[in-house]
Nanobody, 127 residues
């Protein structure tokens, strides 16, 4: 898998905030879809957290993070995940992912639809 450049993460207490960054570089240009996934210890599959889409300039969130997390992008093709009001259940390794082109809403949460991935970063929330 091609690697995206990912940074951020760390350890916080319940209610704290963290920001993750992901550089898309030259792997995706023009029309693209980008997302954040997470995988908790013992989970078999990566869980979709949020997505951002260049065609609609829209965003989407999993119900578990809606209202607490914000996905955004800057003009330098860096995608961010601002995580507020963190809870222990948010503890996981977080991955950014991207692909060229648009994804239908029923395909957005499937990690198999993303060819480009970041290396993953640990987020730990303690109570």
């Amino acid at each position: 898998q091609e690697q995206l450049s990912q940074s951020g993460g760390g350890s916080v207490q319940t209610g704290g905030s963290l920001r993750l960054s992901c550089g898309l570089g030259s792997l995706v240009t023009g029309i693209y879809s980008a997302a954040w996934f997470r995988q908790a210890a013992g989970q078999e599959r990566r869980e979709w957290v949020a997505g951002i889409y260049s065609v609609s300039r829209g965003t989407a969130y999993a119900d578990s993070v809606k209202g607490r997390f914000t996905i955004s992008r800057d003009n330098a093709m860096t995608v961010y995940l601002q995580m507020n009001s963190l809870q222990p259940e948010d503890t996981a390794v977080y991955y950014c992912a991207a692909r060229a082109g648009y994804l239908n809403s029923d395909m957005r949460d499937n990690p198999l639809n993303f060819p480009y991935w970041g290396q993953g970063t640990q987020v730990t929330v303690s109570s």
